[in-house]
């Protein structure tokens, strides 16, 4: 994976010489007033512009660093379906992705039981069993999931499941862990994502080191036992520059609070467009989604994942989740507003959320039933009004859904106008 100077550089070098890949994307946030949308191309502009309550967040750019990206299809001159983007202060700074990066390494889990099964000729697939055998102090080895309620196993295809219906971290490091970090990149590159980094666990600290080892994992067919013997991943490229890496005026460490912002430089990075273009690969694998190839599922494994993004917990047999823990809004940050236009039963959303640091994000392809129009959304808000992190004192109920909802909103208003019904009769 090849480092940049800026990943808006890298932006703006993809679509000077792809023109007919990318278009409309904002100007740098830099070129303009905060909060300003005469730079912002349409549609994206007439949406923002649609529900005024988004306006104060838009404006105060120094204090939440909105950033939002819409995508949509054009037909190209051979008749292929491109993707078209716009953007707000999409590439303005960093922002944490969170779970949102947990996606690619589903992706890549399901391109790497495809690979062994090439390798060995065993029957390896998303339901084999596997043993993950401890690695580092203090650790079991897992061998069963009891919420697996099919068998009690552990699988790639309950563990997507989990990571989809509630944003399951554990999921997340068993996957990033079968996978190994330089292949999740590699996974990655080859689709074009070429500045994101994904380089440690979630909810799970450890060093840098640590999040390069992979365990000793067995897979438990039937008539035979496979070992992927513990491993140490090859280091990435140094991570590419990006404005805003260090965030907040306090964080607390331990026991204690350090004055001063928190450096986020060895963390997580996935810009919007990114995030984005990933999504695009997944739902239409024969549109132009930009520079890069698609991913290496079957279609048996491609279905599965968007099964995974599709459903509401409600709606999971194995595993179950109780709706009022975790009602169908839960994984779903456009849902709310969505539904105050369109009927919950004629949309469809594949997505993946994320929330950490005080940070929100949304990364979603969203599908009106009744317009026969879809579009892509992927945005991000930074909500800490007291500058501490870790403390857990983020306006996300108060700030960031409501947020969220809005956009949701002027994205139904702008899927269900007059044209496109009339277009779709």
């Known amino acids: ?17 792809l023109p007919s890949m990318l278009t409309g994307c904002a100007a740098p946030p830099s070129a303009r007033e905060p909060g300003d949308l005469s730079a912002t191309s349409e549609p994206l502009r007439s949406i923002l512009r649609s529900r005024p309550a988004l306006a104060p967040i838009l404006a105060g750019a120094a204090q939440y660093r909105p950033q939002i990206l819409l995508g949509w299809f054009e037909e190209g001159p051979d008749g ?10 999409d590439g303005g700074e960093y922002f944490y992705p969170a779970s949102a990066v947990k996606l690619f390494a589903a992706i890549a889990a399901l391109e790497r039981l495809a690979e062994l099964r090439r390798e060995t000729g065993l029957d390896l697939g998303p339901d084999t069993p596997l043993v993950y055998h401890p690695l580092f102090e203090g650790e079991l080895l897992v061998d069963r999931d009891e919420t697996h309620l099919a068998g009690g196993t552990v699988t790639v295809r309950h563990e997507i499941r989990k990571l989809f219906l509630v944003s399951d971290n554990e999921a997340f490091n068993r996957l990033y862990e079968l996978v190994g970090q330089d292949r999740l990149a590699a996974s990655m590159a080859r689709a074009g994502i070429i500045d994101a980094r994904v380089v440690h666990r979630l909810a799970e600290p450890r060093s840098a080191e640590e999040n390069r080892r992979s365990p000793r994992i067995d897979f438990r067919g039937a008539g035979f036992v496979h070992t992927v013997d513990e ?35 060895t963390k997580n990075y996935f810009p919007l467009v990114e995030l984005q273009r990933g999504l695009c690969r997944l739902v239409r694998p024969n549109a132009d ?11 048996g494994d491609r279905e599965l994942l968007l099964e995974a993004m599709r459903l509401y917990p409600r709606e999971s047999a194995d595993p179950v989740y109780d709706p009022a823990e975790y009602p169908d809004a839960w994984g779903k940050n456009l849902l709310p507003g969505l539904t105050r236009r369109i009927a919950q039963a004629d949309l469809e959303i594949h997505n993946k959320t994320g929330r950490a640091y005080g940070f929100s994000v949304e990364n979603a392809w969203v599908y009106d039933r009744v317009s026969g129009r879809g579009c892509f959304l992927a945005a991000t808000i930074y909500t800490n009004a007291d500058g501490v992190l870790n403390d857990d004192a983020y306006e996300y109920r108060e700030v960031a859904d409501p947020f969220f909802a809005d956009l949701g909103e002027a994205l139904a208003i702008w899927l269900r106008r007059p044209e496109a019904q009339a277009k779709n009769r």
């Open 1 to 17: 994976m090849r480092a940049a100077t800026l990943p808006l550089t890298a932006l703006l070098l993809t679509a000077l010489l």
């Open 80 to 89: 292929r379906q491109v993707l078209r983007q716009a953007g707000f202060r």
């Open 231 to 265: 491993r140490t991943s090859e280091p990435l490229d140094p991570a590419p520059e990006v404005i805003g890496l260090r965030i907040g005026d306090a964080y607390l460490a331990g026991d204690g609070r350090v004055d001063g912002p928190m450096d986020f430089s």
């Open 289 to 299: 989604c930009g520079p890069g190839e698609p991913f290496a599922l079957a279609e």
